[in-house]
């Protein structure tokens, strides 16, 4: 029964339906063909549960705030301030990008926002320096990525509502160090690769262009602040610090900046309810899925043979963990592989004593290594769309990013503590 469930799976992404159609086809095969024993009735129970979760209410949140500020000047502020201090630097264009990236995440918490809202002004600066638009197209949805582990990340939240024992705020909190890693990993490649294709520096910032800098990037640095700090000196709930950075971008974009009006208010939160509209459909089906499989027993059978033979090696059940997710996120959205894979997973995590946290951390990143990776990362399609680029022109420079990700996994699964360190401090 598993294998002909598995099968019309494939078959309906094949044929092009979107993914909560196989979702939602697997989970009626699994009631109607007696592979578990559940009602109409306790699959629709299932969905509600699956979105009445409080916490889920910061998902529209982060990604309305993130709109605002696409459509603003807070992008373009960033980009300043960043390379007032690095772009003289060799490789300092690409290495302003790759930050840039960053502190967008910490502002927006989505991926695709930020390959919009860093490559639109970015892209031209670096072909006009010199470098392969290869180079430049991956390292600027690799770079994106980031934002998937900086927090806000909305991977984090849907991972820490399906997940047992971990903490938004603590996944939040455990992105931070880990992010900056790779940012550091991503800044050497980028010298590197300046010095092979013969890129001059750029002239050094004056301390007064960077005051000037700073001070016109003092505002947009004001939403790390709001939601990191919030939540890690436990003023905000993650569902207060998504409220919080909603008003702070309209009051931001449309009343300081003025670059959004009201009227755009509209339209944007029209975009970001279809937005997510679909996330919440994912998570709803998702979650009757997982509870069906669970249901069925699908976990024990599938993960029984690998924890006997892992026994108690976290490093090995991590390992697994990691390869797990980034073939699943190659080929499917990665909300919906957290969904799915989750649950099965579960009871290895229970086993070997693994703290849900740092497998969090695990487990977004394999979510941002795939968004990126052929033949489907989803921040593939999104540069394709803004930069108008054909395909193999966006993939051709990817693997040297993505061997960087992979290394920076290993990283993190020998040295657990980089992602704990920080919310072991805010526990004590």
Same mark, same amino acid.
């Given at each position: 029964?598993?294998?002909?469930?598995?099968?019309?799976?494939?078959?309906?992404?094949?044929?092009?339906?979107?993914?909560?159609?196989?979702?939602?086809?697997?989970?009626?095969?699994?009631?109607?063909?007696?592979?578990?024993?559940?009602?109409?009735?306790?699959?629709?129970?299932?969905?509600?549960?699956?979105?009445?979760?409080?916490?889920?209410?910061?998902?529209?949140?982060?990604?309305?705030?993130?709109?605002?500020?696409?459509?603003?000047?807070?992008?373009?502020?960033?980009?300043?301030?960043?390379?007032?201090?690095?772009?003289?630097?060799?490789?300092?264009?690409?290495?302003?990008?790759?930050?840039?990236?960053?502190?967008?995440?910490?502002?927006?918490?989505?991926?695709?926002?930020?390959?919009?809202?860093?490559?639109?002004?970015?892209?031209?600066?670096?072909?006009?320096?010199?470098?392969?638009?290869?180079?430049?197209?991956?390292?600027?949805?690799?770079?994106?990525?980031?934002?998937?582990?900086?927090?806000?990340?909305?991977?984090?939240?849907?991972?820490?509502?399906?997940?047992?024992?971990?903490?938004i705020g603590d996944l939040f909190i455990a992105g931070i160090l880990p992010g900056l890693l790779i940012l550091l990993m991503f800044s050497?490649?980028?010298?590197?690769?300046?010095?092979?294709?013969?890129?001059?520096?750029?002239?050094?910032?004056?301390?007064?262009?960077?005051?000037?800098?700073?001070?016109?990037?003092?505002?947009?640095?004001?939403?790390?602040?709001?939601?990191?700090? &919030?939540?890690? $000196?436990?003023? =905000?709930?993650?569902?207060?610090?998504? !409220? /919080? @950075? %909603?008003?702070?971008?309209?009051?931001?974009?449309?009343?300081?900046?003025?670059?959004?009006?009201?009227?755009?208010?509209?339209s944007i939160a029209l975009s970001t309810g279809m937005i997510t509209a679909v996330v919440f459909i994912l998570v709803a089906i998702g979650?009757?899925?997982?509870?069906?499989?669970?249901?069925?027993?699908?976990?024990?059978?599938?993960?029984?043979?690998?924890?006997?033979?892992?026994?108690?090696?976290?490093?090995?059940?991590?390992?697994?963990?990691?390869?797990?997710?980034?073939?699943?996120?190659?080929?499917?959205?990665?909300?919906?592989?957290?969904?799915?894979?989750?649950?099965?997973?579960?009871?290895?995590?229970?086993?070997?004593?693994?703290?849900?946290?740092?497998?969090?951390?695990?487990?977004?990143?394999?979510?941002?290594? &795939?968004?990126? $990776?052929?033949? =489907?990362?989803?921040?593939?399609?999104? !540069? /394709? @769309? %803004?930069?108008?680029?054909?395909?193999?022109?966006?993939?051709?420079?990817?693997?040297?990013?993505?061997?960087?990700?992979?290394?920076?996994?290993?990283?993190?699964?020998?040295?657990?503590?980089?992602?704990?360190?920080?919310?072991?401090?805010?526990?004590?």
């Amino acid at each position: 029964m598993l294998t002909w469930m598995v099968i019309l799976m494939v078959v309906l992404l094949l044929l092009g339906f979107p993914m909560m159609v196989p979702l939602l086809a697997a989970t009626l095969f699994m009631m109607f063909t007696g592979m578990t024993f559940f009602g109409p009735a306790q699959g629709v129970s299932w969905m509600f549960t699956g979105v009445e979760q409080w916490v889920l209410a910061a998902v529209p949140m982060f990604i309305f705030a993130a709109d605002i500020m696409t459509k603003g000047h807070t992008a373009n502020r960033l980009l300043d301030l960043v390379g007032s201090f690095v772009g003289h630097l060799r490789g300092g264009l690409p290495i302003t990008t790759a930050a840039s990236c960053t502190l967008f995440g910490a502002v927006s918490g989505s991926t695709q926002a930020t390959v919009v809202a860093m490559g639109g002004p970015m892209r031209p600066r670096l072909l006009q320096k010199g470098y392969k638009d290869s180079f430049t197209l991956a390292l600027i949805i690799n770079a994106s990525d980031i934002a998937l582990l900086i927090p806000p990340s909305i991977g984090m939240i849907v991972y820490g509502v399906i997940a047992r024992g971990a903490s938004i705020g603590d996944l939040f909190i455990a992105g931070i160090l880990p992010g900056l890693l790779i940012l550091l990993m991503f800044s050497v490649y980028c010298y590197i690769a300046s010095r092979i294709m013969g890129i001059e520096v750029e002239p050094r910032s004056t301390w007064r262009q960077r005051l000037y800098a700073l001070k016109g990037a003092i505002l947009p640095l004001g939403f790390p602040v709001i939601v990191v700090g &919030g939540i890690y $000196t436990g003023t =905000f709930s993650p569902v207060d610090a998504s !409220a /919080m @950075a %909603v008003l702070y971008a309209i009051v931001l974009e449309v009343f300081i900046y003025r670059k959004v009006s009201l009227r755009d208010i509209g339209s944007i939160a029209l975009s970001t309810g279809m937005i997510t509209a679909v996330v919440f459909i994912l998570v709803a089906i998702g979650y009757a899925f997982s509870q069906a499989l669970s249901t069925a027993g699908v976990p024990q059978q599938i993960l029984t043979p690998i924890v006997q033979q892992f026994g108690d090696s976290p490093t090995a059940a991590l390992a697994l963990i990691a390869v797990a997710y980034f073939i699943g996120c190659m080929f499917v959205d990665p909300i919906v592989v957290i969904l799915i894979l989750t649950p099965l997973f579960q009871p290895l995590v229970t086993a070997t004593g693994l703290d849900p946290v740092h497998v969090g951390v695990i487990v977004t990143l394999q979510a941002a290594i &795939g968004s990126a $990776t052929p033949p =489907f990362g989803c921040d593939i399609f999104t !540069a /394709m @769309a %803004v930069f108008r680029r054909p395909y193999f022109d966006i993939i051709r420079g990817t693997p040297p990013f993505i061997a960087i990700l992979v290394f920076a996994t290993v990283i993190l699964i020998m040295f657990p503590q980089i992602s704990l360190w920080l919310p072991s401090m805010g526990a004590q």
